[in-house]
């Protein structure tokens, strides 16, 4: 059974400070996928990345994918309030979608 | 505008009570899943269909049916619901299987 373990599941942060998200695995994945999920809403895709090492930015987001392609993180540097919610990834892997237990995140203003 | 359309948004029902959730996407997309989410389990997925006519069990499907007779519309029966389908389900929409994922708004479900 595959799994993607994410970390941490909660974290309550003032705003401006820095945060890091883990996605873990012992599996290797073609790509991942990060979203976000507000109250009341469905899952909203947010970047995908591919290529073992690949980093990729996302205004004050900054995502990372493993060498080995089994893990990856996602840093938000001086976070704002606007970035409360839950911050899911999800690994590619036989044309399926492995999904994390995601993260809550509150920033508190 | 691409949109995945789930109905209903929020039910309560009692126990035996067939119910039926809708999803319609006008997106043209072949791959079409069902998932639930539950505090602390993250989305688990229930079933998905690769295209019409073609549907496959994912990781949670006891319990539930799902057919796939024309390619914008995916059906969530529960033929007999019980409180432990209480949930939160999303209905999601890909261009291809493991591809991003475009997610319905969400159908809260309350099973007494």
């Known amino acids: 059974t595959q799994l993607l373990e994410q970390s941490p599941q909660f974290l309550s942060i003032q705003e401006g400070e820095n945060l890091t998200v883990y996605c873990n695995s012992s599996s290797v994945f073609s790509s991942l996928q990060w979203y976000r999920q507000e109250p009341g809403e469905g899952p909203v895709l947010l970047v995908t990345v591919v290529t073992g090492g690949e980093v990729k930015k996302l205004k004050r987001l900054t995502f990372q994918f493993g060498d080995a392609r089994k893990d990856s993180s996602l840093h938000i540097t001086a976070a704002q309030t606007g970035d409360t919610g839950l911050y899911l990834c999800a690994g590619a892997s036989n044309y399926q979608l492995i999904w994390g237990a995601g993260t809550k995140l509150i920033i508190k203003p | 505008e691409a949109q995945v359309t789930q109905n209903p948004r929020y039910l309560i029902t009692v126990t035996g009570k067939k119910l039926t959730v809708t999803c319609s996407q006008n997106?043209?997309?072949?791959?079409m899943s069902w998932y639930r989410q539950d505090p602390g389990l993250g989305l688990r997925q229930i079933y998905y269909?690769?295209?019409?006519?073609?549907?496959d069990k994912g990781d949670v499907p006891e319990g539930y049916k799902v057919s796939r007779k024309e390619k914008r519309n995916f059906p969530l029966i529960l033929e007999s619901p019980s409180p432990n389908q209480t949930s939160l389900y999303f209905c999601?929409?890909?261009?291809?299987?493991?591809?991003?994922?475009?997610f319905g708004e969400g159908s809260r479900l309350t099973v007494l």
């Open positions: 269909s690769m295209n019409v006519e073609v549907t």
């Open positions: 997106m043209n997309h072949e791959y």
């Open positions: 999601a929409v890909a261009g291809t299987s493991g591809g991003e994922l475009f």
